[in-house]
């Protein structure tokens, strides 16, 4: 693994549905978070980690959940997808402060 | 909350003229961090300033943090088509926890 993956690259999903998105870092970076990027709307913060065992709510977490087991891994999960969801996500991990390393992201299309 | 405006959405310029984007937060910043995207890729770190009135130069890219710390631009030399993509801004300010609030960005379009 070479800094921060993302799987799955792209998925299509029907509504309701469950999906998990995988990140997975080896950069030892405590801090990881999760965008969503919208056209004409920027970045913005679904859920973050500042160490492992913790999470906190972004700017739009409403239909998302995280969990951060250990340091490397932080899924991100849509316990019943809906159409709004429709965008691409991005990983990235930090060491607070300091700049910020994004994954290659993973584009979801609701249907 | 925190807010971070950023002029303009979009700038389409004639390679050799120069680009400019500005930044504006609704609060004081500890630090901003200035991001290219590619079109298709990911966001890539470029800088960050820390200090008021702090400068910073890379080759043809010149950053600049507000005195008051509440603004921020990116001025771009002689615009090459190497330089098209997504220039975003992301502040951190007291008390966020170390959470980045990216402006929406400033799509850049170069013409050979």
């Known amino acids: 693994i070479a800094g921060i993956t993302q799987a799955p690259t792209s998925q299509i999903l029907a509504a309701g549905r469950r999906m998990t998105l995988r990140c997975t870092q080896d950069?030892?970076?405590?801090?990881m978070y999760w965008y969503r990027q919208d056209l004409g709307l920027g970045l913005r913060l679904i859920h973050y980690?500042?160490?492992?065992?913790?999470?906190g709510k972004g700017e739009v977490p409403d239909g998302y959940s995280v969990s951060r087991a250990n340091t490397d891994d932080f899924p991100l999960t849509l316990a019943s997808a809906v159409p709004s969801q429709t965008s691409v996500y991005f990983c990235?991990?930090?060491?607070?402060?300091?700049?910020?390393?994004f994954g290659p992201g993973t584009r979801l299309t609701v249907l | 909350g925190q807010q971070v405006m950023q002029i303009p959405q979009y700038q389409h310029v004639q390679e050799g003229e120069d680009f400019t984007t500005y930044c504006n937060s609704s609060?004081?910043?500890?630090?901003i961090q200035w991001y290219k995207q590619r079109p298709g890729g990911h966001p890539v770190f470029l800088i960050q300033l820390v200090k008021s009135g702090e400068v910073k130069k890379q080759k043809r890219l010149t950053f600049q943090f507000g005195e008051a710390k509440k603004n921020s631009s990116l001025h771009i030399t002689a615009t090459q088509t190497t330089d098209v993509g997504t220039y975003f801004c992301?502040?951190?300010?007291?008390?966020?926890?170390?959470?980045?609030?990216f402006g929406k960005g400033t799509l850049l379009t170069v013409n050979p």
């Open positions: 950069m030892r970076h405590n801090a």
């Open positions: 980690s500042n160490t492992a065992g913790t999470t």
């Open positions: 992301a502040g951190i300010s007291g008390g966020s926890n170390y959470k980045l609030t």
């Open positions: 990235a991990t930090g060491t607070g402060l300091n700049e910020q390393f």
């Open positions: 609060t004081t910043l500890s630090n």
